[in-house]
């Protein structure tokens, strides 16, 4: 059965840095495009960083450019999220998730789901 399990999440100050990880397992994530959402209390589900199989094509939300960045270990079947310069704004719940057909930015495509990790930023 295939399976993603974040990890990473925590507690950090206005300013700090996390590094969360996405550990897939059950199935190879070959030819998948790997992505990082979030989801404050209140809000819904968006995207935040992703990054295909092969050429590596990166995209991110505006509202964490130039401070996340995606990366994977394809041997290691695991994605990674720097998460530098983390606001208040940053705090939810941040899944991993995998879509088939390496699309990378649309989001209705991306079908497995990790559990979920907390990130909570305090000011």
């Known amino acids: 059965q295939a399976q993603l399990v974040e990890s990473g999440g925590g507690l950090v100050q206005t300013g700090g840095s996390l590094r969360l990880s996405c550990a897939a397992s059950g199935r190879t994530f070959r030819g998948f495009a790997m992505g990082w959402f979030r989801q404050a209390q209140g809000k819904e589900r968006e995207f935040v960083a992703g990054i295909s199989w092969g050429s590596g094509r990166l995209h991110y939300a505006d509202s964490v450019k130039g401070r996340f960045t995606i990366s994977r270990d394809n041997a290691e079947n695991t994605v990674y999220l720097q998460m530098n310069s983390l606001k208040p704004e940053d705090t939810a719940l941040y899944y991993c998730?995998?879509?088939?057909?390496?699309?990378?930015?649309?989001?209705?495509?991306?079908?497995?789901w990790g559990q979920g990790t907390q990130v909570t930023v305090s000011s």
């Open positions: 998730a995998a879509d088939k057909t390496n699309t990378v930015d649309k989001v209705l495509r991306y079908d497995y």
